[in-house]
């Protein structure tokens, strides 16, 4: 296994570039049109992203606040999901226009601190 403290990431075999970190290693080895991301399926159909919700909290990882909300909500997603299917789909809608609320209550901001 690699030891992805000490950044010990394989080289790519064909160009020699030396990954920084393995969503990197990933990205490079998959062909321009292509794209990873696996997902977890829940009761109902839904999908659980795992490969967004990883790289997500890889690339936020030093945001305590945003790591606690994603990390959260995917918990009670699969909570749900394992203990009342029947309200999966309320629960991940619920999820997803607090998180969409959120993203645009702060473009708002944005806009409005722009115009000062």
Partial sequence: MFDFKKNELPSCP???YKFN????AV??????DEQFDPALI???GYKLMIGSLLRALF???DDEEYISE???SAYITLFTAETNPEIIGETVEDIIVESV???FDGEVRKLFKAGE
């Fill in 27 to 32: 990205d490079h080895m998959l062909e321009d």
């Fill in 21 to 24: 970190n393995a969503f990197e």
């Fill in 70 to 72: 994603i990390l959260q």
């Fill in 14 to 16: 064909e160009c020699g």
């Fill in 101 to 103: 609320m959120e993203d």
């Fill in 42 to 44: 829940l009761p109902g």
């Fill in 59 to 61: 690339d936020n990882r």
